[in-house]
């Protein structure tokens, strides 16, 4: 089907757009009604007479034209859309139908076309839309994951894009919008990092802050040198990261297309598997820095602003905080970020572990010498203990003999009692003693 061309002077289409500040927004916007007027043939301006005209039907005359619609241009997305091949030379056909994300997104842009003339629909029961089928999720990544991804970019620049995606959290777009003013400065000066920096996001069309680790700061030098051997020439207006071939600039979709290479030459995705969601996307490489950054501690508001999300009139509470403490916050989990310091942190590990080994050993050769000073310093006590025995059972038999042989001797019976008390009283102490 060949697509309509649309008249964007249109009142209705001025109307609906002129509300849409932000400009990746309109740009989505203006797709999906070109696609939608392409699917129905219908103006803007025959759209709205349709949806009025069916609105003023009674309840039991109404067609619903407009959920029909919808729903009709859903299933036309899925089934017979057209998805092409990429890139330079004669474009072929791929395969028909978008994908459940792609069509609900284009879907949804044209509902917001109806609700600016008040035709909101809910769509509910059997009109209700499919919810997209999640094939695979983005991955959360760590520094060592990365460094994997790293390892398989085929060129410096790649590397650096890599690098720089994760340990900023930028989107691509934000990405591909960064100069070579922006961090001269820190080149020039040598600065360490963290490196911060101020950026605009296309998206919400934000000015914000975020912070550049040493493993991208490394990356982007040396990608730098690279290109000047080439012969680039660098300006404070030269995008930061440019095309292979040629001077111009990197493009979203370029690093779109070079994460899924690295994708599939990482393990993260089959060769048959073109289609699905990249799970190691640039989205997922953001999504892992805010991830790691709210996980250690970093407040909602701070990891928003290092994001580029639009906060309102939350922002205040950012300018409250002194841009050291803020730096800070960053340098304390710059190592969740950095490979490098994963790969020093275990050798430290793999040291203490040593450490703590050697120091077991002394311990217990330490115990075990005053183990054998103490089992013999018992086996003497304990000789002794046995002598005094000894002694004791001796004197303690002569003494009841003596007594034995002076009771009889005694004529008084008070005498004679005292000493026969006396003598119990011995063989009880004697008792008590083999008791004990």
Request: some cysteine; charged content about 30%.
């Amino acid at each position: 089907m060949k697509t309509r061309k649309v008249n964007w002077k249109e009142p209705e289409l001025k109307k609906w757009l002129d509300n849409i500040s932000n400009e990746g927004t309109r740009s989505l916007y203006q797709l999906a009604f070109t696609r939608y007027t392409t699917f129905t043939g219908l103006s803007a301006a025959r759209m709205v007479d349709e949806a009025e005209k069916d609105a003023r039907l009674p309840v039991r005359r109404k067609k619903d034209v407009v959920q029909h619609r919808i729903l009709g241009f859903y299933k036309w997305l899925k089934e017979e859309w057209a998805v092409n091949t990429r890139g330079r030379g004669e474009q072929k056909l791929r395969r028909r139908g978008m994908t459940d994300n792609s069509a609900l997104t284009l879907v949804h842009a044209v509902r917001s076309f109806y609700s600016e003339f008040g035709f909101g629909l809910k769509m509910k029961g059997k009109s209700r839309l499919p919810k997209p089928k999640v094939e695979n999720k983005r991955a959360r990544l760590n520094a060592l994951q990365v460094k994997t991804l790293v390892d398989n970019a085929r060129t410096l620049r790649d590397k650096a894009v890599i690098l720089t995606m994760f340990q900023t959290g930028m989107d691509a777009s934000t990405l591909c919008g960064v100069t070579y003013g922006q961090i001269a400065g820190h080149l020039k000066a040598n600065d360490p990092s963290p490196w911060k920096l101020s950026l605009h996001r296309p998206k919400t069309g934000v000015d914000y802050e975020t912070f550049m680790g040493k493993d991208s700061i490394e990356a982007v030098k040396t990608y730098i040198r690279d290109m000047e051997r080439r012969g680039v020439i660098f300006d404070g207006s030269t995008q930061l990261f440019l095309k292979e071939r040629g001077k111009q600039g990197l493009e979203t979709n370029l690093v779109q297309n070079m994460m899924r290479d690295i994708a599939i030459r990482a393990g993260y995705l089959g060769e048959n598997e073109k289609e699905r969601i990249n799970p190691v996307s640039p989205h997922a490489l953001r999504e892992s820095f805010g991830s790691l950054m709210l996980n250690s501690g970093v407040t909602d508001t701070v990891v928003d602003f290092w994001l580029g999300h639009a906060v309102g009139e939350m922002s205040h509470a950012y300018k409250e905080l002194q841009a050291e403490s803020v730096q800070k916050m960053y340098e304390q989990r710059e190592h969740l970020l950095s490979s490098s310091d994963q790969g020093l942190t275990q050798e430290k590990l793999e040291q203490v572990k040593e450490e703590v080994k050697n120091e077991a050993k002394d311990w217990y050769g330490h115990f075990a010498e005053e183990n054998v000073k103490l089992r013999s310093t018992l086996i003497d006590t304990k000789g002794q203990v046995e002598k005094l025995d000894g002694k004791w059972e001796q004197k303690f038999t002569q003494l009841t003999a003596l007594l034995e042989q002076i009771l009889p001797m005694t004529d008084s019976p008070t005498e004679a009692g005292s000493k026969q008390f006396l003598l119990e009283e011995i063989k009880k102490l004697g008792s008590s003693k083999e008791t004990a």
